[in-house]
């Protein structure tokens, strides 16, 4: 058996054309899946394929609003006209609004919800019908810290992070039957387009970051290459429902 090896195999990442989406496409390329990296921002996408196929990949882009049902299940149409099948997905597409929850608006806390949690909710439903046909599949979807943590900036992103958590564990009790893993992972703080709005917007947190991880640093996108490529190979053909942090330590210090 080939532990690492996903040759042929299809991955579809929300929100892939920058941050973790993107470092996470680079380690199931790198273990020889084709990516469909799908965003709204058809700029950034294009670049993000050029770097997949800089690596020698085959990567094609779509335009996708995961809010939008109609347009989760075209994705999912788009990689079987482009490749032929699907057998990965990462729901990684996500958003913050960081305001105290007294000073948020009711359009806001759906707006996150919708990105965050709604999405991976239509977005595996999308993929369904195509991993149960093939005979199974696997799906990565993003948590966070804040999956365990709160703060006072984060209600309605804690919240769909948490959510994220008992989506994963009820997908995986639904659909382990018919051989489709459905995995979470919790990025700890990684150097990104939306952790670098965070750090801007919320007092001394790059600081506090450091002195929490015990690794001494924020994380890569690269650094979530690994448990990509992982949670998409044989290698974790019995894992279904777990919650994963890559984080450097930051969940595990008290
Ligand atoms: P980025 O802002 O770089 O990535 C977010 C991606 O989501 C963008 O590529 C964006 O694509 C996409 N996106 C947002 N809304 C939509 C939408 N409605 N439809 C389609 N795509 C959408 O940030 P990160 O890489 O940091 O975030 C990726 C995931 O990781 C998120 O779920 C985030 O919550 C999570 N995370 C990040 C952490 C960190 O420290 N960075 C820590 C823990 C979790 P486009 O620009 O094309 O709209």
Redesign the pocket.
């Known amino acids: 058996m080939k532990l690492f090896d996903i040759t042929g195999k299809v991955a579809i990442v929300?929100?892939g054309?920058?941050?973790?989406?993107l470092g996470m496409a680079r380690g199931m390329a790198s273990i020889g899946a084709a990516i469909l990296i799908a965003?709204?921002?058809a700029e950034?996408?294009e670049a993000a394929v050029a770097a997949l196929r800089a690596m020698g990949a085959r990567a094609e882009g779509t335009t996708?609003?995961?809010?939008r049902e109609d347009q989760c299940v075209a994705m999912v149409g788009e990689a079987i006209r482009l490749f032929g099948r699907v057998d990965i997905l990462v729901n990684?597409?996500?958003?913050s609004i960081r305001k105290r929850p007294e000073d948020l608006s009711e359009a806001e806390w759906h707006q996150v919800m919708d990105?965050?949690l709604t999405s991976a909710f239509l977005c595996c439903r999308a993929v369904y019908v195509p991993m149960k046909t093939q005979g199974g599949g696997k799906i990565i979807n993003?948590g966070?810290?804040m999956s365990l943590f709160g703060a006072p900036y984060a209600t309605p992103y804690a919240s769909s992070k948490g959510g994220i958590m008992q989506l994963t564990r009820s997908f995986a009790t639904a659909w382990a039957a018919d051989n489709i893993q459905v995995n979470a992972v919790l990025?700890g703080?990684?150097d990104?387009?939306?952790?670098r709005n965070a750090r801007a917007q919320v007092d001394r947190l790059h600081d506090s970051v450091l002195a929490r991880t015990p690794a001494g640093r924020w994380g890569h996108p690269d650094d979530m290459a690994g448990i990509a490529a992982f949670l998409a190979a044989p290698a974790s053909d019995f894992v279904t429902g777990a919650a994963m942090a890559v984080d450097g330590g930051f969940s595990a210090q008290g």
Request: charged content about 10%; proline content about 3%.
């Open positions: 929300t929100g054309n920058g941050g973790i989406g965003g709204r921002n950034k996408s996708v609003d995961v809010t990684n597409a996500g958003m990105t965050n993003i966070s810290m990025p703080w990684i990104t387009d939306l952790t």
